[in-house]
């Protein structure tokens, strides 16, 4: 009696992985969850859409390394240094910057461990940010992003690249 209810317990619980497994492959965007308060305010509206600032700028890193990395606060004091230094959210940054501390950004975008995602071999994919970030020249606040991987299977498949499984996790 005991083992029947062991071998349909192990069943159950595989059906319900499987379906769950089924469902994240399927869905086919990212989703969006609540928006993050960050330390200093940033807009992308802002630098992105109204002052038409390339992603590249503060994210230079994009096209030569695996991971994109926020912009230092050395780069954005280039700027803010004179443009808008009495902004309340520029002076937090400038008071980060005055006493050498970095700033605490929080993260936005995870993906899970198993996964590997490597910006610049995107990039020369001729894959744009706002394809996988979307249209941030209207986004103030970035809200926090979950990626599925149907989502990327269908980026993959439109743009003919590899879906073989090790392509994207290790």
Avoid at 44 to 64: F, M, Q, R
Avoid at 99 to 115: A, F, I, M, N, S
Avoid at 127 to 141: A, E, F, P, S, Y
């Amino acid at each position: 009696m005991g083992r029947p209810l062991i071998v349909g317990a192990i069943v159950f619980a595989l059906a319900a992985l499987g379906l769950e497994t089924l469902w994240t492959v399927r869905a086919r965007s990212a989703s969006l969850g609540p928006l993050i308060g960050q330390p200093v305010a940033f807009y992308h509206s802002v630098h992105a859409g109204e002052l038409k600032i390339d992603c590249l700028y503060c994210h230079p890193k994009a096209e030569t390394a695996p991971v994109a990395t926020l912009p230092s606060l050395e780069l954005c004091m280039t700027c803010h240094r004179y443009i808008s230094p009495t902004h309340p959210e520029i002076a937090k940054g400038r008071a980060h910057w005055d006493e050498g501390k970095p700033v605490r950004w929080r993260r936005v975008t995870r993906l899970p461990d198993h996964v590997r995602f490597v910006h610049h071999m995107h990039l020369a994919g001729d894959i744009q940010c706002k394809d996988r970030h979307g249209d941030l020249t209207k986004v103030k606040v970035l809200p926090q992003r979950r990626f599925c991987m149907g989502w990327c299977l269908d980026l993959h498949r439109k743009k003919d690249a590899s879906t073989d499984c090790g392509t994207c996790h290790y």
